[in-house]
């Protein structure tokens, strides 16, 4: 066989050559919208490419991208890695602090910001020690800041080259692109992702029992591109030429519905908050939904109400899909299986509610201290994974030795295997609560609370407990509009579980803390509201 490299570039070689006329729609900013085709984006992005070795960029040079979904991302997304430098895709929603310690810890020598974002970096700049340069993307031609050595993005590109060429000797396993976990605890931790990691999971995505992306899909990426490389949506839409839709800064719901409906979006991807605000919109309003295919939900679990209301009221395909930083991302997919076809409805919420079956190219398994887990839906094992696409170490970092063992990743997801060997994650490591010997799942109870009709989110944690060690505390958050007591919550949890999983209190709040992707805060929900339970349940 031809020792053929997976490298990005025959993405975008691919991309330029056969789909040349097909769209990219970039939302910039509340009055700007650009459309131009992958043509247009493929000379672009070599344009930059050419801007930034003007500038010094080589192989392995890291370049930090600090932007919203939009198209001068997507041209930063290749442009970086197809000349062999890094792309590290820095979390614009982390704490100064943890920004400051990631641009100086990955070694950023430049920083490509949006003209929005232009005054967080401003505030930190005198600390930041690796960057040498700023390159500011706006629509605006003037360009005002204080950064040192800044640059306009555009300008940049009209000095530069259109026929750059990519180098030809680039190595599969050369890094191509780096994000930082969102850190609920410590620093964050770096994940690089080389170019075959992200070549063999494009390919995963774009099979028919994955997510099935291709040509003819009109793709809506919400997932944003700082985190996790946005699930992987943009090499996949690019290598298969799917229209792409990218909705920019400081979206909405709202902006959501009326980008699926203008562009008549077939796929799209984000966190549960956001479809619990679109469901919260199409109970109110009549909006055509109908050009949907999936939908996808990461990053947290989905309740069951808010996925059965997708699939039965709205007609629309709910799909859970499973990953973390460390995995590039996608793990798992909660895809129909054709055996599903005889579920009863119940059987198929169930189904449908797990992080679904390991996708091709990965393997999971389920340990505990006896071993593998049966598939019995009930013994619960820490999830682990290998495969290609399955990040070997952090960036620089000894907590390497705390997750990365025996050739496994070890995730921190505690997990159960159903008997169709759909992987169910039941809670975190840190997350579960061990009352009087047993393990309490946080999570399971956290998507009961979620389908009662007046909830809109819930969270679970441990307080401790004088005699029990630890009993579970249910924090919710209401409807706009909605009532309902304490007690009646309580009273609807114990028909679904055994009494001594029944939370001991509900504490009524007016929103649930989160981290920089949306995800349940739950550390600092101990840290504020254990200190009203001091030991005294």
Known sequence: MMDT???????LKRAETYFAHKKIISRTSDTVTHELTYGEWA??????????????????TKIGSFAWNQHRHLEAYFAVPCTGAILHMVNIRLSEEHLIYIINHAQDEVLLIDVDLLPIIEGIQDQLTTVKHYIVMTDDETLETTLPNAMSYEQLLAEADESFEFPEDLDENLPAGMCY??????????????????????LMQAATDSMGICERDTVLPIVPMFHVNAWGLPFTSVNVGATLVLPGPQFTTGLIVDLIEQHRVTVTAGVPTIWLGVQQILEKETRDMSSLRTIFAGGSASPKGLIRTFEKKFNIPYTIAYGMTETTPIVSLGTKQSWMDDYSEEELADALSTQGMTVMGVESSIVNEDGEVPWDGETMGELRLRGPWISHEYYNDERTLDVYRDGWLYTGDIAVRTKDGLIKITDRTKDLIKS????ISSVDIENALMSHEAIFEAAVIAIPHVRWQERPLACVVLHEGAEVTKEEILEYLSTQFAKWWIPDDVVFLKEIPK?????FLKAKLREELNTLYPMQL
């Open 5 to 11: 490299q997976l490298v990005l570039t025959s993405f």
């Open 515 to 519: 981290t920089s992707v949306g995800k």
């Open 43 to 60: 000379k672009r992005t070599r344009r930059l490419a050419s801007a930034l070795t003007k500038l010094g960029m080589t192989k392995g």
């Open 436 to 439: 009087g010997g047993e393990w």
């Open 181 to 202: 976990t969102s850190a609920t605890t410590g620093n964050p931790k770096g994940v690089v992702y080389t170019h075959r990691g992200l070549y063999l999971h494009s």
